[in-house]
């Protein structure tokens, strides 16, 4: 059924007052969280080939940043591929290719783990940049990339894996 998705369950407290996100001393409520979601989700819609998978990789910490990015590919119907940030070089690079990412979402901390890398094709973004906020902020309204159903992919998410090579482990809406 659409009403179990995840973007039916996030468009449930679109006006939520209740807090949604605590990192440190600050709190989100559910609607600051998700109106910063939807403006992430329609910058990445927008600048996305409509010709591709929409597919975002997220190389963060465990960060409100990426809380933000889950309910962006939430809301927006989009999958997001969970990087392994422990992966270096080539190995990091093919989970990339792998997953078809178009974006990299990223930050200070964890874009070093990028530089040289053959990623043609896939646009990194650094959440730390100046750039980042102007993109978010040219977005327009949010638009979904598509309204999903129970059976859509939400996340891709690689784990560490007992071979060194990472599993991709699908995560439904």
């Known amino acids: 059924m659409a009403d179990d998705t995840m973007q039916a369950f996030l468009r449930r407290r679109l006006s939520d007052p209740n807090v949604a996100v605590k990192h440190l001393d600050l709190r989100w409520s559910w609607s600051q969280h998700l109106d910063q979601a939807a403006a992430r989700a329609a910058a990445l819609i927008g600048a996305a080939d409509p010709q591709r998978p929409m597919h975002v990789g997220a190389l963060l910490g465990n960060t409100p940043e990426m809380v933000n990015q889950m309910a962006a590919a939430g809301l927006g119907g989009y999958v997001l591929c969970g990087l392994n940030n422990t992966r270096r070089g080539e190995a990091l690079a093919a989970d990339v290719r792998r997953a078809d990412c178009q ?37 327009g309204e949010l638009v979904p990339y598509r309204e999903v159903s129970a059976t859509d992919a939400f996340m891709m998410i690689f784990t560490s894996g007992t071979s060194g090579n990472p599993r991709r482990f699908r995560c439904h809406t």
């Not at 901390?109 to 993109?135: K, M, V, Y």
């Open 103 to 139: 974006f990299v979402v990223t930050d200070a901390e964890h874009r070093p783990l990028l530089d040289g890398l053959n990623l043609e094709g896939t646009h990194i973004l650094d959440t730390s940049a100046p750039q980042w906020a102007e993109f978010i902020c040219a977005a």
